[in-house]
């Protein structure tokens, strides 16, 4: 082949390369504007009131206007609601986070007789919503005299939470190095000591890609409080932000600074661990 071929081979590839990547990248950027758009009109209508909002939904507001969000902390539950919000997503998370490693840790670094079944066991949990339980789960709720009570939704939230956590934490457990462990044995350490010292930092990038898997769902979640909580001091935020609405009139600006005070906390979280996220993502993926 001449020297000319190979130039127009060569050419004709490269257009072809940078065409697929120009194509990815409009892709991607249309996905960005597709993921922030309702982000930014929410943010943007929290600085808004209800005629701005209808009359200029996409305009840039005032951001030094705040009334909104004074009304909303001053004149509504909307605290006691984040509180809430905080207790039953936290606890839940520490069950789901505690609990899900050290059965994850069981199941990856021991063999045992029945190790595979209990493994499928808790796989299973992945494919049944609880939300076709909701009736024996109100009866166990009302037997175990915890309805209206914030354990109901930390009971169920842990149960929801612990098969996502089984299944990411074992996999990651079981790409671990057994030298580790054999060296901290030689040692004399424990057992017990060996998994909360030297394999629990290792697997650290786990344990938040397991945590942002479920504390998002728990966070945002409305079926349950719906279900098992009716005193308005007990309510979490998605349930408590119904209450802005009324049957006649709405609040649009009220509410909007409220579903943004709401989202804020998942974000600054998101943000925080996104270094360990993204390394709990690619870990594996390069030998």
Known sequence: ????????????????????DGMLQIILIANTVLM??????????????????????FGIPDFTQVANFVKIWSETN?????????????????LILTLGTMA????GRYAFTGSSFILMFFLAGLTLPLKLAIIPLFMLMRDLSILNNQLSLIFVYTA???????????????SLPNELED????????????????????????MVIAGIQ????IWNDFFFPLVFIQNDSLKTLPQGL??????YTTDWGVLFSGLTLSAAPIILIYIVLSKQFIAGMTSGAVK
């Open 36 to 57: 922030l758009a309702p982000i930014i009109i929410m943010v943007f209508s929290a600085f808004k009131t209800t005629p701005e909002i209808f009359k200029s939904p």
């Open 104 to 107: 994850a840790y069981a199941l």
């Open 242 to 247: 119904t209450t802005f609405m009324g049957e």
């Open 1 to 20: 082949m001449s020297a000319a071929a190979t130039d127009y081979y060569d050419r004709k590839g490269l257009f072809a390369t940078l065409g697929r």
């Open 214 to 217: 479920n504390v998002v769902p």
């Open 78 to 94: 909307f605290l006691r609601y984040l509180l809430n919000s905080f207790v039953v997503t936290g606890a839940s998370m520490v």
């Open 183 to 206: 060296a901290a044995r030689m040692d004399g350490a424990s057992e017990a000591r060996i998994m909360w010292a030297i394999m629990l930092p290792l697997v650290r990038p786990a």
């Open 160 to 174: 929801m939470g612990l098969p996502t956590t089984v299944f990411i934490m074992t996999g990651f457990i079981r």
